[in-house]
Structure formats: C-alpha cells, structure tokens
C-alpha cells in the first residue's frame, strides 16, 4: 500500500519561499502521477500542480493559474521522491498541503488515489 508523506511546511514572511517533500513508504511513485492539493482556512480544497509519471516520454507538469510561474513541481524517480518549490508566497498561500499520486493527473488535480496527511504551511503578512 503507497503511503506518501510530506515535509517542509513552516512559518514563511511574505514574498519568502518554501520547499515542500513528498516520499513514498510502502511502495514506489514509480508508475504514479504525483500532485499537491491546498486546502486554504474556510476554503475548497484546491488542486495546486500534477507532474506525471516518469515513463519513456518524460515527465510534463501541469499547474493551476493561482500558482503557475511561482511554484515548480519537479520529480526525482531515483530517490522516490517529489517537490513542489514555492517562491514569492503571499498570505493567500497559507493553508495545508497534501501530497498526492494516482496512476494519471485527474482533472483539475484534486481527486488521486492516495493522500499524505498533509503540511502546514503559514504565510505571514
């Protein structure tokens, strides 16, 4: 059974970066499209970046427009491991995210396969 757990969520000033981690227990991510989901104080859950699973054709990375060209969804098939680096954070941002990996990235990159538990992540204004 895939068992996904995060890291890297902390208190950030505004404008600041954070790195986030997704590893995989139990099994691999090999085969598995990864992607990481917001779930803002009072909010919907948000599907934030899908980055495919890394077969013969690469990988190709998708985003949500409330991230694109601030965050960065990249994989590292040897480690196992996936990463989502977010720059120029503002106070919108805070929320806990949760990794999450299914066999393709599902429309508008909310409903996998399997969940982590999730990281805080706190933006300060």
């Known amino acids: 059974q895939l068992q996904l757990v995060e890291s890297g969520g902390g208190l950030v000033q505004n404008g600041g970066s954070l790195r986030l981690s997704c590893e995989a227990s139990?099994?691999?991510?090999?085969?598995?499209?990864v992607g990481w989901i917001r779930q803002a104080p009072g909010e919907e859950r948000e599907g934030l970046a899908c980055?495919?699973?890394?077969?013969?054709?690469?990988?190709?990375?998708h985003y949500a427009e409330s991230v694109k060209d601030r965050f960065t969804l990249s994989r590292d098939t040897y480690k196992g491991t996936a990463y989502l680096q977010m720059n120029r954070l503002g106070p919108q941002d805070t929320g806990v995210y949760y990794c999450?990996?299914?066999?393709?990235?599902?429309?508008?990159?909310?409903?996998?396969?399997?969940y982590g538990r999730g990281t805080q992540v706190t933006v300060a204004s």
């Open positions: 999450a990996a299914d066999p393709s990235c599902p429309i508008s990159f909310l409903h996998y396969d399997y």
């Open positions: 139990g099994s691999t991510l090999d085969g598995y499209a």
């Open positions: 980055i495919t699973a890394d077969d013969a054709g690469g990988v190709r990375v």
